[in-house]
């Protein structure tokens, strides 16, 4: 089966992109940040992203490019005789698949609160009433389950088209789309009152502050979160390296990926900080800021309608751009590894996507006294797996698989990632790569199973 590629650099650029730009950007990176002190954490971050994400997309990538496979293929194409490392492969679309159990949930409350601040069902509501809204939501299995087979149905509809007609156009729109939104909520955000507050507390490091955090608390969170927003370790990346041109280096495609990934997570915190501070709402209001502080924001400031409804446009096209790449990438694996063609592999993921989803959207009502690890829902048991044990693992297996004389081996992963024009990963990083990085990646593992 001939192999599809990307139409344009562009493409592989905000498709990738769109695999990185996540639920992890605009609703975990702002409260995050506001737990751990502001500026000082987005500090660390940004450099925890320089020094251990970039690497590690690099690694992904050129698996996927050197080989053309996905992940299984990929390391029996490029190991040594003999050698087992294509078993991870295996854990790799495993990890896809958990991580869409719960992602598609959570994607579509994206899309039900869009729905619900465009229909003005926030309209005058007081505190307890956007609280009530929130709970309605969670405790109605019926409600839950329309909004998941929106998602799961649009996604596999998105790529049953393929990569250039499907993945790739429908990306550059919604890539587009949230860029648009983003300049529009940033510019309503920091012309509020008071929003120099938010900007400061945001902006400015201020490290008397993160030392009541903790500084090590704080250093260690900034590094889960700048190697978890790639989306690194189940070969999210990997695929669509396989899909690339050899025209360019892959240190300069991992630049542009991140910087792109990085300023959504940023003007994420960019819309939601000014704003808390303008309102006098505490910025630390953890997983909640999102679906009970933000909406009794925007039910009290003028237009609150049209700007609740267009954040949560901008949240839903960021958690839908990793739906469908992620999707991709469990295609992709179907008809590498087992020989469909792509119409067999979307109907049959089409279905055990849309089974799979349904304990963790009964988790918040039906099963909501089920804990498959102590204190733990069912919903904070697939995201545990995946942050803690799949993504750092793996991301240390595919380090290692480019590192190591065991595996593909330094020379032939520098070769790949320096070949085509632009940025050249140099040849000093070695001792870095082999020793300190998997050291700081155990460290993160080691963190979270804590």
């Not at 990307?6 to 506001?34: D, E, H, M, Q």
């Not at 505190?127 to 996604?155: C, F, R």
């Not at 102590?374 to 991301?395: A, C, R």
């Amino acid at each position: 089966m001939k192999r599809e590629n990307f139409g344009s650099r562009l493409g592989f650029l905000l498709v990738s992109a769109g695999c990185a730009v996540g639920i992890g950007n605009v609703w975990k990176f702002p409260y995050v940040t506001g737990e751990n002190g502001g500026g000082v954490f987005v500090l660390f971050y940004v450099i925890a992203l320089l020094i251990m994400g970039l690497p590690v997309l690099t690694m992904e990538l050129a698996v996927g490019r050197a080989s053309r496979q996905s992940a299984y293929r990929a390391y029996k194409t490029l190991e040594k005789p003999g050698s087992k490392w294509h078993i991870h492969g295996w854990f790799c679309l495993i990890g896809c698949y958990i991580l869409m159990m719960f992602y598609t949930t959570v994607s579509g409350w994206m899309l039900d609160y869009f729905f619900k601040f465009a229909a003005g069902t926030f309209d005058g509501l007081n505190t307890a009433g956007v609280a009530d809204v929130y709970s309605a939501m969670l405790a109605n299995p019926v409600e839950l389950t329309i909004w998941m087979v929106v998602t799961v149905a649009a996604g596999f509809g998105v790529c049953s088209f393929g990569i250039q007609k499907g993945l790739e156009r429908i990306s550059k729109w919604m890539m587009t789309g949230l860029l648009v939104l983003i300049v529009a909520l940033v510019a309503r955000s920091v012309t509020l009152p008071g929003a120099g507050e938010g900007l400061s507390f945001y902006l400015l490091p201020d490290f008397s502050r993160a030392a009541e955090q903790g500084i090590g608390k704080v250093i260690t969170a900034a590094m889960n979160q700048a190697f978890f927003t790639l989306s690194l370790g189940i070969a999210g990346m990997e695929i669509f390296g396989s899909f690339m041109s050899r025209d360019h280096t892959l240190g300069g495609e991992a630049i542009r990926i991140c910087g792109l990934d990085t300023f959504v997570a940023i003007s994420a915190g960019l819309i939601i900080f000014p704003t808390c501070f303008s309102f006098g709402i505490q910025p630390d209001s953890g997983p909640n800021l999102i679906f009970l502080t933000l909406p009794n924001l925007f039910v009290t400031m003028p237009g609150g309608r049209l700007w609740g409804a267009l954040f949560f446009l901008f949240m839903t096209f960021a958690s839908f751009t990793t739906v469908i790449t992620v999707f991709e990438n469990i295609l992709s694996s179907c008809m590498d590894n087992f020989g469909w063609d792509r119409k067999k592999s979307v109907i049959v993921n089409f279905f055990i996507i849309l089974i799979a989803s349904f304990p963790c959207l009964l988790g918040f009502n039906l099963l909501s006294g089920v804990q498959l690890l102590p204190g733990k829902g069912i919903m904070d048991t697939e995201d545990f797996l995946v942050s803690n044990i799949l993504l750092p693992g793996g991301s240390l297996v595919f380090l290692l698989f480019c590192v190591t004389r065991w595996g593909w081996g330094f020379d032939k992963y520098l070769a790949e990632c320096n070949h085509g024009s632009g940025m050249k990963l140099p040849r000093w990083l070695k001792p870095y790569l082999q020793f300190v990085l998997p050291i700081l990646i155990l460290i993160i593992m080691v963190q979270g199973l804590i």
